[in-house]
Structures are given as structure tokens and as C-alpha cells.
């Protein structure tokens, strides 16, 4: 009877819980003793699982409302994907349903569970190199990320990242993320061009800071030219921090003909393994249209979702094919990211252990 009246207290206490918290506090009942602190380790392990580790393990997807009127909610083993789609002459494409996409998982066909087409708010990190070689570039670079700033969505958070031989946040102390133009356009401009460039640490800072924003959709826009002489990270590092980010990248590669550092390459390898895209513009005067054609193309994404049908939780990396086809609209491509990392889940010490007397 004491058991009972205890438990009923815990469930009143857990009603204002989330989903996370209620599961958890059902765990916390009716385990005791020994599995009780078994199952607050485990909660623990949990909570400092990074954010985007829980968007690609969680069971089910549904849109809700709240406050804002987007929220984009994931459960359990769900993947979810941002596919932008152009036609022959690389128009975006709209009004497209869901029977006109196949998924493709390691070469296996998937079931797509969820799908929209909508513009949802993203999470937004303008990186921007203000190495010595861009100089001359900054005006139009500043203008640009304006311009795509004023083209999305208004309610995307954004942020600032500046970097030569040094990488520094552009928001003000204590202001993780903005949807206010002057405070954006202040943290793009006071700064000076000069030094070398750690191209890969502001990658790296600027998908780290990505976690911390709300939005289950994140991008980053990086302008620059593509080459490192300054950082502590290498590409090989960085590629598999996007890799695992979630992160749609859009790279922009400015270059000096008098500057041998330049390398498209990296540029374009990082758009592709996200799903992004890369541009190289004959001058800096091109960029404004660049960025709102950026702009355009995150608003106009389609979201598909699915289950895979491989259930293991191994650790390892999946390769990702999306193809749509629509007969009345001729040839379609889609893009998006290349693949993702399946989070391994790792066994809590004593569960399921053969001989085990939950008495003790």
C-alpha cells in the first residue's frame, strides 16, 4: 500500500514533465535499490548526449505548435532530411508529394514516414573570413550576408563567426543568437581583415555553436577561399564534426589570383557531405545574389523522415541517396546530406545480465 501511494505521488510530481523527463521518472519507480542508481548513470550518460545525437535517436515525428508556431519534434530511430530539388535548368522545384521521393539507406529502399514542405525557421551561423587576402572584399561580403539575412525566415536565429589567425564570436558578450539586423551587421563589420586563416577552428567553433540553438534545422554559410595556414583542427576532423552535426553548409569561395592558398576543393567537400552547395563567383560583386539565392533555397526545402530498416545502433556512418522523379516536370535532382552517423548505444553495466537477481 506504501509502494502504491508513492508511486502515485511520482506520477502527479512527473505531469509537467517532457516526454525525456516522464520516461525517466517511470524508470526511476520502478526500479529500486541498486537499479535505481543504475538508472540515474544512464540518465546522465544521456543528458550529455549532444543535441544532435538526440534528433537522429529518437521514435516518432510530429509537427506541434508552440510558442512560436514552429516546432519540429523527433522520437526514437528517426532520420530526418532536408532536400532541396531543381529541375534541368536548376530551378527550385515546389508542390512536389511525397510518392515522388525514394529514400535510399546504404543502398536500401526506406519508408518515408514524415514529409512537408514547408519553411521552417533554422539556426543560422554566418562565417566569415577576414584574413588579410579579403581586404578588398569586405564591403560586398558584409552587404551579401545582409542580403541574406533580410531574405530568410524571420524568425531564424543567427550568428556571427569572424576568423583570421583567430576565431572570435561577431554578437555582442552574452548574445548567443540574433534576429535583429543592426546587431548582425555590427558583429559582421567590427572587425579588421587582416593575418592568416584558421579556416577549420571557425568551422569547427561555428558547428559547436550551432548545438546550442533551438531550431531543428541548421545552417551555415561560409565565405572564404577555402584555404588554412592558422588552425589547430585539420579537414579530416572538421568533415567528420559536419558529419555529425547535421549541418547544411553553403560555401561561397572568394579568391586572389596573387593568394596561394586558395582551394576550392575544400569548399565543395564540404558542401557536398552536408547536402549544401558551393559557389564561386567571378567577383565579390556576384555575392549579394548568391546569398539570397541561399536564402531562397533553405526556405523552399522539403522535409522527408523515416525509420531505417537496419536497426543497429553500431556507431557506424550511412550513406544517404534521395531521388525524385515527377513525369509532368521532366528531369529532377535532389540534394541533400550525404549520409549520417548512427549514434552507438552503449549498454548500462548490469542490465540484462544472465545469473542478475533483481532482488539484490
Known amino acids: ?14 505531469a509537467g514533465l517532457s516526454t525525456q523527463g516522464k520516461f525517466w521518472t517511470g524508470m526511476c519507480i520502478v526500479l529500486t535499490g541498486n537499479y535505481l542508481l543504475l538508472c540515474l548513470i544512464a540518465l546522465a550518460v544521456l543528458i550529455a548526449l549532444p543535441n544532435s545525437v538526440w534528433s537522429q535517436v529518437l521514435s516518432s515525428y510530429s ?4 510558442s512560436d508556431g514552429y516546432r519540429l519534434r523527433v522520437n526514437t530511430n528517426l532520420v530526418i532530411l532536408s532536400a532541396t530539388v531543381v529541375d534541368r535548368h536548376y530551378a527550385l522545384v515546389s508542390g512536389l508529394d511525397k510518392e515522388d521521393f525514394q529514400v535510399y539507406e546504404d543502398h536500401v529502399l526506406q519508408h518515408i514516414k514524415d514529409f512537408s514542405h514547408e519553411d521552417l525557421p533554422v539556426t543560422a551561423g554566418l562565417v566569415i573570413d577576414n584574413s588579410g587576402s579579403m581586404a578588398s572584399k569586405r564591403t560586398d561580403v558584409i552587404a551579401a550576408a545582409m542580403l541574406f539575412a533580410h531574405s530568410s525566415n524571420s524568425r531564424d536565429q543567427m550568428f556571427v563567426v569572424n576568423f583570421n589567425e583567430h ?3 561577431g554578437l555582442p558578450a552574452g548574445i548567443l543568437f540574433t534576429d535583429k539586423p543592426d546587431q548582425l ?11 592568416e586563416t ?6 569547427a567553433t561555428a558547428l559547436d555553436h550551432l548545438q546550442q540553438g533551438s531550431c531543428d534545422k541548421k545552417v551555415l554559410i561560409l565565405i572564404s577561399d577555402g584555404g588554412d595556414n592558422a588552425s589547430k583542427h585539420n579537414l579530416a576532423q572538421v568533415i567528420e564534426m559536419a558529419r555529425h552535426s547535421g549541418a547544411i553548409i553553403y560555401a561561397i569561395g572568394i579568391f586572389d589570383e596573387m593568394d596561394g592558398d586558395q582551394n576550392p576543393g575544400v569548399l565543395k567537400r564540404f558542401a557536398k557531405e552536408t547536402g549544401g552547395e558551393a559557389f564561386f563567383p567571378e567577383s565579390s560583386k556576384e555575392l549579394a545574389l548568391i546569398c539570397e539565392g541561399i536564402a531562397r533555397d533553405i526556405r523552399n526545402q522539403y522535409t522527408l523522415a523515416y525509420v531505417p530498416t537496419n536497426h543497429k545502433q553500431d556507431g557506424e556512418y550511412r550513406v544517404i541517396d534521395v531521388k525524385v522523379s515527377s513525369p509532368e516536370r521532366g528531369h529532377l535532382s535532389a540534394r541533400t546530406r550525404a549520409g549520417y552517423f548512427v549514434p552507438s548505444i552503449l549498454p548500462v553495466p548490469g542490465f540484462g545480465m544472465a545469473g542478475h537477481d533483481p532482488h539484490n
Open 63 to 66: 509537427q506541434s505548435p508552440s
Open 167 to 169: 576565431v572570435s564570436y
Open 185 to 195: 551587421q555590427l558583429g559582421l563589420s567590427d572587425v579588421k581583415a587582416i593575418g
Open 1 to 14: 500500500m506504501t509502494e502504491m501511494t508513492t508511486f502515485k505521488r511520482q506520477l502527479e510530481k512527473s
Open 198 to 203: 584558421a579556416l577549420y577552428d571557425a568551422i
